[in-house]
C-alpha cells in the first residue's frame, strides 16, 4: 500500500508507470472524479485537480474510496479507501 500527495494527474507519464504495477484505489472503487486540490478551505477556489492517491498491489482489492471531507490544515483534501487482502 502506498498513499499520500503525489502532486500529478493521471496524465503524467509517473501516474501510467504507478499504474503499470499497482492500482490506482480511487479509480477502481470511488465515485466520480475524485478531486482533492485545493479543498474548500480556499473559497471561492474549487477542487479541479486530483493529487492523491492511495495504489495497492494485486493482493488487495479495493471495496469503497472517497474524499473525506476534513483536511485539517493541508490545502489538499485527503482519500480514504477499504480495501480487502485477498488470499
Same mark, same amino acid.
Given at each position: 500500500?502506498? %498513499?499520500?500527495? #503525489?502532486?500529478?494527474?493521471?496524465? #503524467?507519464?509517473?501516474?501510467?508507470?504507478? %499504474?503499470?504495477? +499497482?492500482?490506482?484505489?480511487?479509480?477502481? %472503487?470511488?465515485?466520480?472524479?475524485?478531486?482533492? #486540490? *485545493?479543498?474548500?478551505?480556499?473559497?471561492? +477556489?474549487?477542487?479541479? +485537480?486530483?493529487?492523491?492517491?492511495?495504489?495497492?498491489?494485486?493482493?488487495?482489492?479495493?471495496?469503497?474510496?472517497?474524499?473525506? *471531507?476534513?483536511?485539517?490544515?493541508?490545502?489538499? @483534501?485527503?482519500?480514504?479507501?477499504?480495501?480487502?487482502? +485477498? @488470499?
Amino acid at each position: 500500500i502506498l %498513499a499520500g500527495d #503525489f502532486n500529478m494527474t493521471d496524465n #503524467f507519464e509517473e501516474y501510467e508507470r504507478l %499504474a503499470s504495477y +499497482l492500482t490506482d484505489s480511487y479509480r477502481a %472503487a470511488g465515485d466520480g472524479v475524485g478531486y482533492t #486540490f *485545493p479543498n474548500y478551505r480556499f473559497r471561492p +477556489l474549487v477542487a479541479i +485537480l486530483r493529487l492523491d492517491y492511495i495504489w495497492h498491489s494485486p493482493h488487495f482489492a479495493s471495496i469503497a474510496a472517497e474524499v473525506w *471531507p476534513e483536511h485539517g490544515q493541508s490545502d489538499h @483534501s485527503p482519500v480514504v479507501a477499504r480495501l480487502a487482502l +485477498l @488470499s
